[in-house]
């Protein structure tokens, strides 16, 4: 990947969101639940004050609200600081 985040950000892509129906109706994507999960995919190097613990690879639980969104190479990504990730997921 040729997107590197400066400092204690991360670049985060999103699990899908989950195809949900209601008694046989397809819910429409805008009102699905955003996913609070995903894979990190590239780290910045951390700052003098906070050490990078995040790597590449990592699946990462993150808060609901947590980050930008980003469209890099037409993929849908989430930029945020490592602080917003909240835990890492086994």
């Known amino acids: 990947m040729n997107l590197k985040p400066l400092a204690d950000r991360v670049v985060i892509l999103p699990a899908p969101a989950e ?7 397809i819910i429409p994507d805008t009102v699905k639940e955003k996913p609070l999960q995903g894979k990190v995919m590239a780290v910045g190097h ?6 990078m613990v995040l790597k590449e690879g990592d699946n990462v639980l993150y808060g609901k609200y947590a980050g930008t969104e980003i469209e890099y190479e037409g993929v849908k990504y989430l930029i945020m600081r490592q602080s917003d990730v909240l835990a890492v997921l086994g």
């Not at 195809?19 to 109706?25: L, N, P, R, W, Y």
């Open 46 to 51: 951390g700052t003098k004050d906070e050490e």
């Open 19 to 25: 195809e949900k129906t209601v008694g046989g109706i």
